[in-house]
């Protein structure tokens, strides 16, 4: 799961979900090829602070090149389906297409991008030189704030031959906005264009794995950081701040849902406050950002020795993390991984106890498709990155996830972090 401390001061007070808005021993995993696993953490945290230099130096942004071929593809893909182009607003789609950053509001900012022909930028026309300095499209149709912002956009859809035709509208345009559209061009058919952006995204390529690795590598160094530095009372906004603050350190942002002991049974988080004392489970969810990217790890350890309920439930969740890694593969339907590790949870006598998905797509976003989980029957394909999250939530006693992300590979799933071999204790 993806949580995010927003802030140092208040790691704690925020759920999953809002937070998003702002393995089994590699031996044991056939189908998966997996990184070496992590060292001890009892190696203590000042040995770990010591090397806390940047590790984003030398990362680079995507080349042009790689935006201009997305753009050919769109193209391609907008041609197969008969539909003469799309109207995005500021998204991560836009993102992914175009490097285009540029914040959403009540004033209409739309770039349209033909299946034919040189791709336009609807601005407010205060906002022209802001928006030019960050977009790679030099034709602009501004609109001044006494003006309806629609018959620009009207009137590159004629231009474009598409007024009378068929157009895509990026899958999370506010309906304002689509009211707004359909108003000023009322013949123009608009469709869904999540069909085609989805299946852009969806499958990674080598430079977009990497940035996750990068990522990854930041999140599972500042959870040693922070894990190495706890002792008995330590709060979870400590932790929670610990994490953060290492991130920092390491050249990004982000941070982590931080939950101790009976609070651990809520998956996204509750008001409710635990320190850490010996035996209980300490539940560590989140991630960081590099160019872009997402990573998304959880992490659950003990203070000292773990009692023997903490130790079996995570043996159960740490096969079952196992059971889909060796699932997962190419051509396999999502909701077969998530049955493969559920099994095991079932089999165990927890099944009532696993309230969630096994895992989600992630990328440029937290989590999108492909969602591994009952009922989906679409099938991986290599390129795909998801997370593998089975999990165990008992409450008013315990709670139990282990998470890590994989890439889907011709041959299997390749587990892109370091999962634990067995239950680590601090």
Same mark, same amino acid.
């Given at each position: 799961?993806? @949580?995010?401390?927003?802030?140092?001061?208040?790691?704690?007070?925020?759920?999953?979900?809002?937070?998003?808005?702002?393995?089994?021993?590699?031996?044991?995993?056939?189908?998966?090829?997996?990184?070496?696993?992590?060292?001890?953490?009892?190696?203590?945290?000042?040995?770990?602070?010591?090397?806390?230099?940047?590790?984003?130096?030398?990362?680079?942004?995507?080349?042009?090149?790689?935006?201009?071929?997305?753009?050919?593809?769109?193209? @391609?893909?907008?041609?197969?389906?008969?539909?003469?182009?799309?109207?995005?607003?500021?998204?991560?789609?836009?993102?992914?297409?175009?490097?285009?950053?540029? =914040?959403?509001?009540?004033?209409?900012?739309?770039?349209?991008?033909?299946?034919?022909?040189?791709?336009?930028?609807?601005?407010? #026309?205060?906002?022209?030189?802001?928006?030019?300095?960050?977009?790679?499209?030099?034709?602009?149709?501004?609109?001044?704030?006494?003006?309806?912002?629609?018959?620009?956009?009207?009137?590159?859809?004629?231009?474009?031959?598409?007024?009378?035709?068929?157009?895509?509208?990026?899958?999370?345009?506010?309906?304002?906005?689509?009211?707004?559209?359909?108003?000023?061009?009322?013949?123009?058919?608009?469709?869904?264009?999540?069909?085609?952006?989805?299946?852009?995204?969806?499958?990674?390529?080598?430079?977009?794995?990497?940035?996750?690795?990068?990522?990854?590598?930041?999140?599972?160094?500042?959870?040693?950081?922070?894990?190495?530095?706890?002792?008995?009372?330590?709060?979870? @906004?400590?932790?929670?701040?610990?994490?953060?603050? #290492?991130?920092?350190?390491?050249?990004?942002?982000?941070?982590?849902?931080?939950?101790?002991?009976?609070?651990?049974?809520?998956?996204?988080?509750?008001?409710?406050?635990?320190?850490?004392?010996?035996?209980?489970?300490?539940?560590?969810?989140?991630?960081?950002?590099?160019?872009?990217?997402?990573?998304?790890?959880?992490?659950?350890?003990?203070?000292?020795?773990?009692?023997?309920?903490?130790?079996?439930?995570?043996?159960?969740?740490?096969?079952?993390?196992?059971?889909?890694?060796?699932?997962?593969?190419?051509?396999?339907?999502?909701?077969?991984?998530?049955?493969?590790?559920?099994?095991?949870?079932?089999? #165990?006598?927890?099944?009532?106890?696993?309230?969630?998905?096994? =895992?989600?797509?992630?990328?440029?976003?937290?989590?999108?498709?492909?969602?591994?989980?009952?009922?989906?029957?679409?099938?991986?394909?290599?390129?795909?990155?998801?997370?593998?999250?089975?999990?165990?939530?008992?409450?008013?006693?315990?709670?139990?996830?282990?998470?890590?992300?994989?890439?889907?590979?011709?041959?299997?799933?390749?587990?892109?972090?370091?999962?634990?071999?067995?239950?680590?204790?601090?």
């Amino acid at each position: 799961m993806d @949580s995010r401390n927003p802030t140092a001061a208040e790691p704690r007070n925020v759920n999953r979900r809002a937070f998003l808005a702002t393995l089994g021993a590699a031996a044991a995993l056939p189908a998966c090829r997996s990184m070496p696993l992590h060292s001890d953490s009892s190696s203590g945290a000042a040995s770990l602070a010591g090397s806390m230099d940047s590790l984003l130096a030398g990362v680079k942004a995507l080349e042009r090149d790689a935006y201009r071929v997305r753009l050919d593809r769109l193209r @391609s893909l907008l041609n197969e389906e008969g539909i003469d182009g799309i109207l995005l607003e500021s998204s991560t789609n836009l993102s992914y297409l175009t490097a285009i950053g540029f =914040g959403r509001s009540e004033r209409l900012f739309l770039v349209w991008i033909p299946a034919w022909g040189e791709p336009a930028v609807v601005c407010p #026309a205060f906002e022209e030189s802001r928006a030019r300095e960050g977009s790679p499209f030099t034709t602009f149709r501004i609109w001044q704030e006494h003006e309806d912002p629609y018959q620009r956009v009207a009137e590159l859809l004629a231009e474009s031959n598409a007024r009378a035709g068929r157009i895509a509208l990026e899958p999370t345009t506010r309906y304002f906005v689509v009211r707004g559209v359909a108003r000023a061009a009322p013949a123009i058919t608009a469709v869904d264009g999540a069909k085609i952006l989805d299946a852009m995204r969806t499958v990674k390529s080598p430079a977009e794995v990497a940035f996750m690795r990068k990522a990854i590598e930041v999140t599972e160094k500042s959870y040693d950081v922070a894990f190495a530095a706890v002792k008995e009372g330590t709060s979870e @906004s400590e932790f929670g701040a610990a994490v953060s603050t #290492a991130m920092a350190r390491l050249g990004t942002g982000g941070g982590a849902l931080v939950l101790f002991g009976p609070n651990a049974a809520y998956p996204h988080g509750t008001a409710k406050h635990e320190p850490v004392r010996e035996g209980i489970p300490l539940l560590c969810d989140g991630g960081t950002d590099v160019q872009g990217y997402k990573s998304d790890i959880t992490r659950t350890r003990v203070l000292w020795k773990p009692t023997a309920k903490v130790a079996e439930v995570w043996n159960v969740v740490h096969e079952a993390q196992a059971a889909g890694f060796r699932t997962a593969g190419p051509g396999v339907p999502c909701q077969e991984v998530d049955r493969a590790a559920r099994k095991v949870i079932v089999d #165990a006598g927890y099944g009532q106890y696993f309230t969630h998905r096994l =895992g989600h797509g992630i990328g440029m976003e937290g989590h999108e498709a492909p969602y591994l989980v009952e009922g989906n029957t679409r099938l991986l394909e290599p390129g795909n990155t998801t997370t593998v999250e089975p999990g165990i939530y008992i409450p008013g006693e315990l709670g139990v996830r282990i998470e890590d992300m994989i890439l889907i590979t011709e041959n299997g799933c390749e587990v892109l972090s370091h999962p634990p071999a067995k239950l680590e204790s601090i």
